[in-house]
Nanobody
Framework: QLQLVESGGGLVQPGGSLRLSCAAS????????IGWFRQAPGKEREGVSC????????VFPVSVKDRFTISRDNAKNTVFLQIDSVKPEDTAIYYC?????????????????WGQGTQVTVSS
């Protein structure tokens, strides 16, 4: 059974940075796209960023394009999400997701596995 374990969340002040990690168990990690979604209180879960099996990355919400960077280390079965210049509106539970194949999508329809989530709170 595949497991995705997120880490790196916590309390951060506005303007700060943090890096989320998603460690995956199981083989063939590198053939799948891995993404990050987030869900703020009272809001729907939204796709934030994704990296394909070929290493191509995409950030979905226009509001975070210049602040979020996704990367992957296939040797360590790990995907990272770097968040810079954090804002209070970034407060959410961030979920790691493995897609059904190597291609990215902003829709959760194409997600095969979810991590348990890590809380990010931006507050002074």
């Amino acid at each position: 059974q595949l497991q995705l374990v997120e880490s790196g969340g916590g309390l951060v002040q506005p303007g700060g940075s943090l890096r989320l990690s998603c460690a995956a168990s199981g083989p063939t990690f590198n053939v799948y796209a891995i993404g990050w979604f987030r869900q703020a209180p009272g809001k729907e879960r939204e796709g934030v960023s994704c990296i394909s099996s070929g290493g191509g990355s995409i950030v979905f919400p226009v509001s975070v394009k210049d602040r979020f960077t996704i990367s992957r280390d296939n040797a360590k079965n790990t995907v990272f999400l770097q968040i810079d210049s954090v804002k209070p509106e970034d407060t959410a539970i961030y979920y790691c997701a493995r897609y059904f194949d190597g291609f990215c999508s902003s829709s959760s329809t194409w997600v095969a596995y979810w991590g348990q989530g890590t809380q990010v709170t931006v507050s002074s």
